[in-house]
């Protein structure tokens, strides 16, 4: 099961060692273990359930993406952290400086933290354009990131990195799903009929890497602006055609990647 940091380092173990094996996803498993009725939750029961369902499930082979992916993968999770932390450290220094009850020395700590904070930023964003020159078909899909209107090097940088973790052979609507921004139906009957939402059963940091690009992209370039505003007028909200939006940007990264 998918475990983050440890679970990676397990599978790549067992793949050297020429072992096939499945990296089960653990919202899967979960519902599993709640189909099986399992009420409590213990090690030897989360090994039972583990079994059953590598037992009844379909077999899907792990491949690990390559060593500049995981490398790449790593450090733009870690910006986005870091990206999250500035922006908290941000609205402290404001609220600081506006409140005359602080001492001099509180907002000194916050600009200091807010200046670390950038220099580790710029640092390790150059880290991840070398790890992306050092692999080819790295360097090409980067490239071909930013020549898109609304992307610029961190957004690019993020969308690659995601992008990076899916298998090759999936389609564009596999890609979709794996993102989380296809629509999920909720009917049952002539009585019920839930408005459709996005799934959100996919890679967060994935959409969270386009939601800025989308965002710049229906204010300066105009086919997607055109499509931004055809949905508006069809009575859309302004997030659900931004979310259309994204979706739409993921159906042209992936042409251009093909």
């Known amino acids: 099961e998918s475990t983050g940091l440890y679970g ?65 993968v790593a ?37 200091r933290s807010i200046q670390n904070q950038q220099r580790a930023i710029a640092r390790l964003t150059r880290a991840a354009q070398e790890f992306v020159l050092s692999d080819p078909e790295l360097a090409r899909r980067y490239t071909l990131l930013l020549s898109i209107p609304g992307f610029g090097i961190t957004s690019a940088l993020h969308t690659l990195a995601e992008l990076a973790l899916l298998p090759a052979d999936l389609d564009v609507r596999q890609w979709v799903a794996q993102a989380g921004l296809h629509p999920r139906q909720h009917t049952s009957g002539s009585s019920v009929e839930k408005k459709p939402r996005i799934s959100k059963a996919g890679n967060k ?13 229906v204010q300066h370039e105009a086919h997607l602006r055109a499509f931004y505003e055809h949905l508006l007028a069809r009575g859309k909200t302004k997030m659900q055609a931004l979310v259309a939006t994204m979706r739409k940007l993921l159906h042209a990264i992936f042409g251009m990647f093909k």
């Open 8 to 72: 990676l380092d397990l599978a790549l173990c067992l793949h050297q060692a020429g072992v096939a094996l499945m990296v089960a996803n653990p919202r899967a498993v979960r519902h599993f273990a709640q189909a099986m009725m399992q009420r409590s939750k213990t090690d030897r029961l989360d090994a039972e359930v583990l079994r059953q369902f590598a037992a009844r499930m379909p077999f899907v082979a792990w491949r690990p993406p390559s060593a500049a992916a995981r490398q790449l």
């Open 75 to 111: 450090v733009a999770r870690r910006l986005e952290a870091l990206t999250e932390m500035l922006a908290a450290e941000k609205n402290r220094l404001h609220a600081a400086s506006l409140s005359e009850t602080l001492p001099a020395i509180v907002r000194r700590d916050v600009q």
């Open 205 to 217: 940091h994935l959409r969270r890497a386009l939601y800025m690009p989308a965002l710049v992209a």
